[in-house]
T-cell receptor, first 113, second 113 residues
Framework: DQQVKQNSPSLSVQEGRISILNCDYTNSMFDYFLWYKKYPAEGPTFLISISSIKDKNEDGRFTVFLNKSAKHLSLHIVPSQPGDSAVYFCAAYSGGSNYKLTFGKGTLLTVNP | DVKVTQSSRYLVKRTGEKVFLECVQDMDHENMFWYRQDPGLGLRLIYFSYDVKMKEKGDIPEGYSVSREKKERFSLILESASTNQTSMYLC????????????FGPGTRLTVT
């Protein structure tokens, strides 16, 4: 059973426009939600996180929104740049003695110049 | 900056061989993780460790074992490699109190022929 879902395998946007990546989850016990970014031939890098008690977190061009009632989060990138082209993974963490992250399958973002 | 290194970027092994993948982190992190990444499946947790000599199974531990004799080093062992273990293997580490924020190595592309 997939607890973290990214339903769009790919997204293409124009440079300067907004990119919106979406993620849905099923487990209400998740404490944190995160976005990781991955370039080809590199490991994923942490991008931004949000606690389950918040509904928005912003870091520069990146903003994550959490809608707990809909079990949905989104990552907004404004303005998008060609260097943002990468695979973005949504992940969730339930804390306690369970140390693991549950990842979505990823969304390939392509930002066209 | 946290640095997580993996012993090989590319590895080719034959079916039935015993394979060792090594991971070293330099930030004194308590937690270490092994994932595999496959197209369309995202990142899946194989094993993790929260202390020296401690290990916990992840979602897909079958066919794998791990070893953590020193805090900075976490090894993944394929006892008898099979073709379905051809994959990208990613190691990660994190602080005990921030298990949700993981730092990844560059990955090892393993091909089993």
């Amino acid at each position: 059973d997939q607890q973290v879902k990214q339903n769009s395998p790919s997204l293409s946007v124009q440079e300067g426009r907004i990119s919106i990546l979406n993620c849905d989850y099923t487990n209400s016990m998740f404490d944190y939600f995160l976005w990781y970014k991955k370039y080809p031939a590199e490991g994923p890098t942490f991008l931004i996180s949000i606690s389950s008690i918040k509904d928005k977190n912003e870091d520069g061009r990146f903003t994550v929104f959490l809608n707990k009632s809909a079990k949905h989060l989104s990552l907004h990138i404004v303005p998008s740049q060609p260097g943002d082209s990468a695979v973005y993974f949504c992940a969730a963490y339930s804390g306690g003695s369970n140390y693991k992250l549950t990842f979505g399958k990823g969304t390939l973002l392509t930002v066209n110049p | 900056d946290v640095k997580v290194t993996q012993s090989s970027r590319y590895l080719v092994k034959r079916t039935g061989e015993k394979v060792f993948l090594e991971c070293v982190q330099d930030m004194d992190h308590e937690n270490m993780f092994w994932y595999r990444q496959d197209p369309g499946l995202g990142l899946r947790l194989i094993y993790f460790s929260y202390d020296v000599k401690m290990k916990e199974k992840g979602d897909i531990p079958e066919g794998y074992s791990v070893s953590r004799e020193k805090k900075e080093r976490f090894s993944l062992i394929l006892e008898s490699a099979s073709t379905n273990q051809t994959s990208m293997y990613l190691c990660a580490s994190s602080l005990l109190g921030q298990a949700f924020k993981q730092y990844f190595g560059p990955g090892t592309r393993l091909t089993v022929t």
